[in-house]
């Protein structure tokens, strides 16, 4: 069964069948304000923070499956539909879904009335725009009524659902001709408030929910519209509401054009009273006039085109395969611009409440944005860097609109402080732009701490070398990028939960191979780095530390077939053939050999191969095996986890990708290319009922061989797995890589690719990398030729800004 296509041309995934496996979302908006919309329309709004600053009300986790959104009803004679067919669920006589590049649009049709809804947030705006074309496609007129429904949260989405005695008696709105405005608590200490519009005079409005819905209905029968009459009502207290009511007339073949806007508005302290209890409604107006007409919005969505033909001409592939075109050239690109955006905060897994930005999960997302928008890159590496203890160490998280770290989780996960080497590199390889090392950056954000970047990032690689454990190996703290691998953690309480419990790190021998391997890569990197920047001496005193750290690996982390996981509180080995579960973890095993760690002795080989042949499945490699069947109180979390699940034995998306990268380094571009088709959403087309989530966009997990439904797909949307593959992809499979004087070009494909062209616009000049394979090899560059002169590096030098180069890549 299939629910939709690919139409390439557009650009758009096309949703054919309202009721989706589960609700299939689309992200809106690309900075400061965002939306989430499924589908049949649902989903939520907020301004740069998913907790504070909620502008509508969304129930996670309910019944229906997806309950709130941006609504219509339309109420022709007796029949009573949506035009995105929830929550009405009236069979529809055509649907339609097209999600494209930060817009959706949504088209229903019943009884010859079709409205065409397209959402969007227009660049640099802080509001939704829902343009909404009705047209009677009968041979009758057509009089019915339409309402509009929009259910406000009280901001701080936790506190909507925590703190009903207070809450229900916050609420307030003001009614203003046909925009209705929700000013909750904006007397006291907000300096904000919401409104939504509509650019046509109205015949009626609810802002009071219970008057518009009743007490006990649905919202699939709203007493108002089952009845055909608004109610004017005024909300005080309660839960505030904006709906729209119209009584329309169409001549057959006549249109209708409404533009709804969902908008912020934020007023200095000074200025917030256009009279006494009157909020100023000047921005407001400003905000609606910019897009009060169809030409304004129409000429605001060509910009948005505009934008993303812009950013995704940075990186082009010209290949056979449609499929892998199809995720390096729009989809794979489009979610790490999401991730970017988003970390892991606001997903339909993620309920923007918990999370904030993740330390490790943005320098990560990083390196599949940094390409798009480097000064973006700048800007948050230098946030995430600001959260750094000053001993190294980090807070795990932090919320976006503070740019604090986050106190509730805290620190201590000790694989933290390498990522930020890796999220600085990759934006200093991309944008040639040195001068980011020297920005002061405060620790913990405290100003009077301040030190230049580079300093945090000496500090984070001393904070690995300051940890090391008993086999002179890493120590784990509170897990590491696994962060169900609790090795101090010793849990007894359901109450708690294992992210933030007391750890017992003192006299712990916990140690991590995991850190081990990305300390050795990007501990390479700094040492790089430091070669760049002529620190000849620090770049001596960081190699004898990675070369300590290879030798502790080979010593004391290999177990004949591949490197173990760790070693847990009481120095056992975790991930050992000696195991009775957990026997072999992926993590381990992509790092050590991503780092090359006893490549000469044929280690990484061995891991790979045993890799192979334990871990992989016909959906993706697991995370370990055997799957853990009992709580092991030592490892924690991961054992909480029904086999094949997350984290336990789950096809854990984000870490696939160190084995295609892994597997580049000894070079088996078969191998490298099987593990990347494995879980590329556009392989999966035929399989997308049994993998349920978007088809379109990774996700974080599909269940494992030991699961109940392998092969099923969760947690889609927010998962470094976005970034990691089109990192692998490109950088390793197709081998393009910015480095920090031009392009190094590697790439290692299957014997049987014969070319592929990438074109690249690399620090303001372009390249056409035409890259050939007459000999059906899969790795090593024969011929490098720029602009027909032969180069003796494989390494494309920076062109001049604005010229156009031809590449010849000859592989053999
Ligand atoms: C999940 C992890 C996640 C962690 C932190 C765990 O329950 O399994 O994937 O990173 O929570 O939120
Ligand atoms: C999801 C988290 O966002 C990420 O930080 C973590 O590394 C993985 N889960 C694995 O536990």
């Not at 959104?69 to 004679?77: A, H, P, S, V």
């Amino acid at each position: 069964m299939k629910y939709g296509f690919f139409d390439d041309e557009r650009r758009e995934y096309v949703i054919t069948q309202p009721n989706t496996p589960f609700p299939w979302i689309n992200y809106l908006g690309n900075e400061d304000f965002f939306s989430l919309v499924s589908n049949t329309a649902g989903g939520y709004s907020f301004y740069k923070d998913a907790k504070f600053r909620r502008l509508n009300r969304y129930r996670y986790n309910n019944v229906p499956m997806d309950s709130g959104g941006r609504y219509f009803y339309i109420k022709d004679n007796d029949t009573i539909w949506s035009p995105g067919w929830k929550p009405v669920k009236t069979e529809l006589d055509k649907y339609e879904c097209r999600h494209g590049l930060s817009y959706t649009k949504i088209t229903g049709e019943k009884n010859g009335l079709e409205s065409e809804v397209t959402l969007f947030i227009p660049l640099g705006n802080w509001c939704e725009i829902q343009k909404m074309k009705l047209t009677n496609k009968s041979e009758e007129v057509k009089k019915f009524k339409l309402f509009s429904y929009n259910e406000w949260c009280l901001w701080n989405a936790e506190d909507d659902q925590n703190n009903l005695q207070r809450n229900l008696s916050t609420g307030e709105v003001e009614i203003d001709g046909s925009t209705l405005y929700h000013k909750t608590e904006y007397k006291e200490r907000r300096n904000h408030f919401a409104f939504y519009h509509v650019n046509a005079d109205i015949d009626g409005y609810d802002t009071d929910r219970e008057s518009f819905m009743g007490l006990y209905n649905e919202a699939s029968g709203p007493q108002a519209v089952l009845d055909g009459s608004p109610r004017n009502s005024e909300a005080h207290g309660w839960s505030p509401i904006a709906s729209h009511y119209f009584e329309i007339e169409l001549q057959p073949g006549e249109s209708k054009d409404l533009i709804f806007v969902l908008g912020y508005v934020e007023n200095a302290e000074d200025d917030k009273w256009e009279s006494k209890g009157v909020i100023n409604k000047t921005k407001a107006k400003a905000q609606i006039a910019k897009f009060d007409t169809v030409e304004k919005v129409d000429a605001a969505l060509e910009e948005l085109a505009a934008y993303w033909e812009n950013l995704l001409s940075i990186i082009t592939l010209d290949h056979e395969d449609d499929k892998l075109n199809r995720m390096v050239n729009i989809w794979n690109q489009y979610q790490c611009m999401v991730t970017f955006n988003m970390s892991r905060s606001a997903s339909f897994f993620e309920v923007g409440i918990g999370r904030g930005m993740g330390f490790r999960d943005s320098n990560q997302d990083l390196i599949g944005f940094v390409h798009q928008v480097p000064e973006r890159a700048r800007e948050r590496i230098i946030d995430i860097a600001s959260t750094q203890f000053p001993d190294g160490g980090c807070y795990h998280q932090y919320q976006p609109l503070t740019k604090r770290g986050n106190d509730a989780i805290g620190g201590g996960f000790n694989d933290d402080p390498m990522w930020l080497i890796l999220g600085t590199i990759s934006y200093i390889k991309e944008s040639g732009d040195f001068s980011i090392l020297d920005e002061l950056v405060p620790f913990d954000n405290d100003e009077s701490l301040a030190q230049p970047l580079f300093n945090h990032l000496t500090i984070s690689f001393n904070h690995v070398i300051n940890n090391l454990g008993p086999n002179g190996l890493p120590l784990i703290g509170r897990a590491d990028w696994n962060d169900c691998l609790n090795l101090n953690c010793f849990s007894t309480n359901p109450n708690e939960s294992f992210q933030t419990t007391e750890n017992n790190t003192e006299g712990s021998k916990a140690e991590s191979l995991m850190i081990a391997g990305l300390f050795v890569v990007y501990g390479n990197d700094y040492i790089d780095l430091c070669k760049q920047l002529g620190k000849t001496e620090e770049a001596g005193r960081a190699q004898k530390a990675v070369d300590e750290m290879k030798e502790a690996v080979k010593a004391k982390g290999w177990d004949g077939e591949w490197f173990l996981r760790a070693y847990d509180f009481h120095g056992n080995k975790v991930g050992s053939d000696e195991n009775e579960e957990g026997k072999i973890f992926i993590e381990s095993q992509g790092w050590c050999s991503m780092a090359e760690i006893g490549i000469e002795e044929g280690m990484v080989e061995k891991s790979l191969n045993s890799v192979k042949e334990r871990l992989n499945t016909p959906y993706g490699i697991v995370l370990n095996n055997p799957a853990f069947s009992k709580y092991m109180i030592e490892y924690g979390e991961i054992s909480t986890y029904p086999a094949g699940y997350k984290e336990n034995a789950g096809i854990f998306c984000h870490n696939n990708p160190w084995i295609i990268i892994g597997e580049t380094k000894i070079g088996r571009g078969k191998e490298a290319w099987n593990y990347f088709k494995q879980i590329c959403p556009s392989y999966l087309e035929e399989v997308q009922e049994l993998h349920k989530v978007e088809p379109y966009v990774y996700c974080q997990m599909i269940a494992g061989k030991d699961a109940y439904k392998p092969g099923e797909g969760k947690n889609s949307w927010l998962s470094g797995t976005a970034a990691w593959n089109f990192y692998a992809v490109v950088q390793y499979i197709l081998g393009i890589q910015p480095d920090y004087n031009g392009i190094k070009i590697d790439p290692c494909i299957p014997e049987e690719w014969k070319n592929y062209t990438v074109n690249r616009k690399f620090r303001g000049a372009n390249y056409q990398i035409e890259v050939e394979n007459p000999e059906g090899v899969s790795k090593g560059v024969k011929e490098l030729w720029l602009n027909d002169q032969k180069l003796d590096t494989n390494i494309v030098p920076v062109m001049d800004k604005g010229t156009c180069n031809k590449v010849k890549v000859v592989m053999g």
